[in-house]
């Protein structure tokens, strides 16, 4: 996964404004979807996950900071960027401290935007830092390819089993609980059988990276708290 496929909710009610930053998002490998008022946008992310939400402060309905206050209240985890006009200098404040992760004024450049935008997800998803292609241990991994690598063996890896290796390298050195890797890679929160599929598919995959399965080096078992990436 690239910074820029991520899927990102424009809330904006000024139609051209919506409709260029939705083009140029596009343009640059995003998915998006827009809203063009308060209560629009709360039903779409009622309806569906997002990577990043850009939020303008001034809205129809309901505004921007009533549902960032909102959705934070609900659980939202979601990285909001806050859009303001000059001179908001309070509402700014008032918006980071309801829980959005930054804030751009406008008018703004698109670049800056940008930036910003890939600022906040590598933040708040740091398996986007991880890239394509890095070292896991002592093999090469390629998640585009679902391949990974030691010395001329090459051997396939699923998606789910690329998934677990891109968040252990993410987080190297770090106890991952097996309720944590359900959630961060099958997107669901655990249960006993959701524990007994962490196990099974660990086994599978140190089958594959480890020289022997029976004694891992490279992802080891924490005994009663999970597993762990020995950077």
């Known amino acids: 996964m690239t910074e820029h496929d991520a899927s990102i909710l424009v809330v904006e009610d000024e139609a051209k404004i919506r409709a260029a930053l939705k083009d140029f998002l596009e343009f640059q490998g995003f998915e998006v979807a827009e809203a063009a008022d308060g209560a629009e946008a709360d039903l779409t992310v009622a309806e569906r996950r997002f990577d ?15 549902l960032c206050s909102k959705w934070r209240r609900d659980g939202l985890q979601t990285p ?3 859009l303001t006009a000059k001179g908001q200098e309070k509402e700014k404040v008032s918006g980071l401290n309801l829980g959005a992760d930054d804030y751009i004024t406008k008018p703004f ?9 890939s600022a906040v997800l590598r933040r708040t998803d740091p398996t986007r830092a991880v890239g394509q292609t890095f070292e896991f241990g002592d093999v090469d991994v390629d998640i585009a390819a679902l391949k990974i690598r030691r010395q001329n063996k090459e051997v396939e890896i699923t998606r789910r089993e690329a998934g ?3 968040h252990f390298a993410a ?8 309720e944590e890797l359900y959630k ?3 997107n669901e929160t655990m249960t006993e059988l959701g524990t007994r599929t962490v196990d099974m598919h660990i086994a599978k995959l140190r ?4 020289r022997d399965a029976a004694d891992p080096q490279i992802i080891t078992t924490v005994r009663g708290a999970g597993y762990k990436y020995q950077a």
């Open 52 to 66: 990043l939400i850009l939020l303008d402060l001034m809205l129809p309905k309901i505004s921007g900071e009533q």
């Open 80 to 82: 909001i960027i806050m």
């Open 109 to 117: 450049s698109l670049e800056e935007l940008l930036a910003r935008i």
């Open 164 to 166: 677990i290796i891109r």
């Open 171 to 178: 987080n190297p050195d770090r106890v991952i609980s097996r």
């Open 184 to 186: 961060e890679v099958w």
């Open 207 to 210: 089958s594959k990276i480890e």
